[in-house]
């Protein structure tokens, strides 16, 4: 019976398994790197242990430093979360090693499939349909070029122990086969510490299904539907839903039955998920099975009712499976939303910075998964994803159109991000009409820019915020109005600009009501109340409109977030 587990991962993850293993009535214990000492899931957890500096190489990496973190708490079980050292055999071996429980499958199943070339080769031995390719010993360039022309072109030059994307190429003919192997080879080497590469022929649109299974130590084995994850970017995912449109009654059977398969394969046990295309002409390919939890996870729950992470504590504890395949019922829809620190108007590239203010969005059918803060600081050690966002709805549009309005009231100030790309893809026609594939956004979604967001709004509410805080401003001019119905200057730069935007307000005889107006222009002008103020949050009607304004200011700077966007103003004397 597992009493105390020790979590060897970090952020939303950490905190999602806590959380479970405290409805259980389990302790847990948290490890951290230096910039993790403040971190929301050292402080969910019954205790934390220090394991090293920032980068996840010297902490999250080192396995002799979570073996001796867990011995000196006395946990009996370690849950690896996703990443990190999820899929790595070495660690749940050196778990074993250490009687510790590994709360996921055993070390030869995460070997097995861990390398693509070796997975491929056993679920191929089964029936199970896969690409046509090649993964032989033979790793020399001219086997490859061989190979490739064999297979046909476009195909895809693949690391053998590869995941997430990384040492992943596209390659439309032999001309440029070479730098690609050498490319992923690199990218491989320093990812996975192997360069091995495996080929295979490419579809260039299809759907990417992915079904999850469970299994147990008595030899049971199920699935529990599937999930879509066509909507990526660079190979990684950004949006997911469950079950999937592309789905017949048959199809679906079909595929779950060679999930399973494939997971007999190695005698599979607790949570897994068995990838494949889909092509539009409905025939579907094998991909890999991933041997952990995904972070997609939370949609399969919503339209289950079953908790994955209660199954995998279970499970590992040495319990049956609770449900037999014909007992799991999939209701409804959900859909989940990645939010990163990254730029999607910069080619996705990560961000850092502060978390100024971090808000998480209620509802009907809403369910948030983050392991952030408000005053929390997004670094480079760590992977850019902050939070997930999940809708559940009876129909695929109620889940939608929940996901949509709860992105819309969801708070992340202080960096940039990818929120309103988000809700840019799930309001796209062709996302509305389940139109998937791997290419969506590369097709829908080129060039997108981030949309504007209602600058004379942010001004108007920034200044009533700094009025109502002093109602007699001392201006740049260096004295005090003594009239206090004279206009009153305030002067700022709306980034990322560098000019100066100046902005009266004049009290007015009504009471809480004010003339306001941009650079003293004639068609800025408005009549602006003041209904009241929190924290971070002010109410006002502009000529007539009321609105809810959320901002937060930093030093000089402002974040105001409008219904068209978030506003970044600085503060100029």
Not at 290 to 314: A, F, I, K, M, Y
Not at 517 to 530: G, H
Request: net charge negative.
């Amino acid at each position: 019976m597992i009493n105390t587990v020790l979590i060897a991962n970090r952020g939303e993850i950490a905190c999602r398994i806590i959380r479970a293993c405290r409805r259980l009535g389990m302790r847990t214990v948290a490890i951290y790197s230096d910039a993790d000492a403040s971190a929301l899931h050292v402080q969910m957890a019954d205790e934390a242990v220090h394991v090293g500096p920032s980068p996840s190489s010297e902490s999250y990496l080192v396995m002799d430093a979570i073996i001796n973190a867990a011995r000196r708490t006395g946990a009996d079980a370690i849950h690896p979360g996703f990443g990190f050292l999820a899929e790595n055999s070495d660690f749940a071996q050196a778990c074993a090693d250490a009687d510790l429980v590994f709360i996921g499958p055993t070390p030869f199943a995460i070997a097995a499939m861990g390398n693509k070339r070796a997975a491929r080769e056993l679920v191929e031995r089964v029936g199970v349909p896969v690409l046509p390719g090649y993964g032989g010993v033979d790793q020399s360039q001219d086997t490859l070029r061989r190979e490739a022309e064999r297979i046909g072109w476009p195909l895809m030059v693949k690391a053998a122990a590869g995941g997430g994307g990384k040492g992943m190429r596209l390659v439309q003919s032999v001309a440029d086969l070479d730098d690609a192997c050498a490319a992923a080879r690199r990218e491989a080497q320093q990812a996975f510490g192997s360069d091995e590469l495996i080929l295979e022929r490419a579809l260039l649109a299809p759907r990417h299904i992915e079904f999850q299974i469970f299994g147990d130590q008595h030899g049971n084995l199920i699935h529990l539907g599937e999930r879509e994850c066509s909507i990526q970017r660079r190979h990684q995912k950004v949006i997911e839903e469950a079950p999937s449109m592309a789905l017949t009654p048959e199809l679906r059977a079909s595929m779950g039955a060679a999930a399973v398969t494939a997971g007999r394969t190695v005698n599979y046990s607790n949570a897994g998920t068995v990838e494949f295309l889909l092509d539009s002409d409905g025939t579907f390919y094998f991909l890999e099975i991933n041997s952990r939890l995904q972070v997609e996870h939370p949609v399969t729950e919503c339209v289950t009712g079953l908790d994955l992470v209660e199954w995998q504590l279970l499970i590992a504890g040495g319990q049956a499976l609770p449900l037999c395949q014909e007992q799991v019922q999939v209701h409804g829809y959900a859909i989940e939303a990645r939010l990163y620190a990254e730029n999607p108007a910069n080619d996705f590239l990560p961000v850092t910075g502060e978390i100024v203010l971090w808000r998480e969005p209620q509802g009907e059918g809403i369910r948030v998964e983050s392991g952030i803060q408000s005053g929390d600081q997004v670094s480079i050690f760590y992977d850019p994803m902050l939070a997930k966002v999940i809708a559940y709805g009876p129909d695929r549009a109620t889940a939608n159109r929940r996901l949509v309005r709860a992105l819309e009231s969801t708070t992340l100030l202080g960096l940039t991000n990818n929120i309103s790309f988000l809700r840019a893809v799930l309001k796209h026609p062709a996302y509305e009409a389940g139109e998937l594939n791997t290419a969506f956004l590369a097709e829908h979604f080129p060039h997108w820019a981030e949309p504007g967001g209602d600058v004379p709004l942010a001004l108007f509410a920034v200044t009533l915020a700094q009025w109502q805080h002093h109602p007699q401003v001392e201006t740049n001019r260096g004295y005090w109005r003594n009239n206090p119905n004279r206009p009153q200057l305030y002067r700022y730069i709306v980034l990322p600009g560098d000019q100066p935007v100046e902005v009266y307000l004049t009290p007015t005889h009504k009471m809480a009501t004010y003339e306001m107006s941009i650079d003293r222009e004639i068609e800025s002008k408005a009549v602006v109340e003041f209904h009241g103020q929190t924290a971070h949050a002010m109410t006002v009607t502009v000529d007539g409109h009321r609105q809810r304004v959320t901002f937060v200011r930093s030093e000089h700077t402002w974040w105001v977030q409008t219904r068209g966007g978030v506003v970044q103003l600085k503060e100029v004397d």
